[in-house]
């Protein structure tokens, strides 16, 4: 039977893959101006364009009440969470492919799981613990010493993905807790909001020019990528129920896999595909146990 509270599941599920072209454009992205432009400036103009952006597409309709909250203090945490996990995914990405790097976030779900047991008090099974531990080995093929250019050696910025996907399984965690009593486009705006005046008050140390105006316009586009895929997810979820939704999440991995392939001529070999094809089957399967 068709539910109710969801009468459009096929948009919603549109707009979710949407989102992950969305996302994997901003990782691209990220990519192809790391190591020229600076974290803090990067992320201050990308949370620039994004609470710019976020205000212009829902203020028409909410009005003031966009910017009401009942929850201050968690609005700041969950923006500090989204802050920290841009600037660790910016500095992963000038170490990492982007399409590796996405899959190995693709273990979110899991890490979800993992940390509700201490956090919410929640039982997880020997099932879910063995699908975490497959789904980590599969990262840790993917991110193996390899000889091409991204890593010819092993060193510590290659495990960032790994810190990256604990950071944005508490973030899920705090935004779960809050969609109970917040508007999700009064969240947006003020995770938007916290990233801006973080990376304002970082901008002085961090300040750097850019030679052309193609780096800033691709900067930019970081923030409009962003800013765009959460609105897209913001709609999906109203249209459809997560547990439909989260499978078809995967796709971001061959979006980021064909943009890595399109601007960088990077193709995964083989043991990487094996690694990406374990994360994703442990974390398909990690969403029916659960």
Not at 84 to 102: C, D, K, M, N, R
Not at 126 to 155: M, Q
Not at 181 to 202: K, Q, R, S
């Amino acid at each position: 039977m068709t539910d109710l509270r969801y009468p459009h599941p096929a948009l919603g599920i549109a707009l979710a893959v949407a989102a992950t072209a969305c996302f994997a454009l901003l990782d691209t992205t990220s990519q192809y101006v790391g190591g020229v432009v600076p974290v803090m400036m990067a992320v201050w103009l990308r949370f620039l364009v994004q609470t710019g952006m976020t205000a212009a597409m829902l203020y028409p309709s909410q009005g003031k009440s966009l910017f009401i909250t009942k929850t201050p203090g968690w609005q700041l945490l969950r923006g500090a969470l989204m802050v920290t996990s841009g600037t660790i995914a910016y500095l992963a990405l000038q170490h990492v492919p982007v399409g590796e790097f996405t899959a190995i976030l693709m273990l979110v779900p899991l890490a979800i799981t993992v940390l509700a047991a201490p956090l919410l008090r929640e039982r997880v099974s020997a099932l879910t613990w063995a699908l975490v531990a497959g789904g980590f080995i599969g990262a840790l093929i993917v991110i193996r010493p390899k000889t091409a250019d991204f890593a010819g050696g092993l060193h510590g910025a290659m495990f960032l993905p790994l810190v990256l996907v604990f950071i944005n399984a508490l973030y899920q965690i705090v935004t779960s807790k809050m969609v109970k009593t917040e508007d999700p486009g009064t969240m947006h705006f003020y995770t938007g909001l916290t990233g801006l005046v973080f990376g304002t008050i970082a901008l002085p140390w961090s300040w750097a020019p850019m030679a052309t105006w193609q780096l800033w316009a691709l900067v930019g586009l970081m923030g409009v990528f962003g800013s765009l895929g959460h609105y897209l997810m913001i709609q999906a979820y109203h249209r459809a129920p997560a547990s439909l939704i989260t499978p078809y999440m995967y796709a971001q991995i061959a979006f980021a896999t064909l943009a890595g392939w399109v601007v960088f001529g990077y193709a995964p070999d083989g043991w990487t595909v094996l690694g990406v094809a374990l994360i994703a089957l442990c974390g398909g399967l990690g969403v029916r146990v659960r």
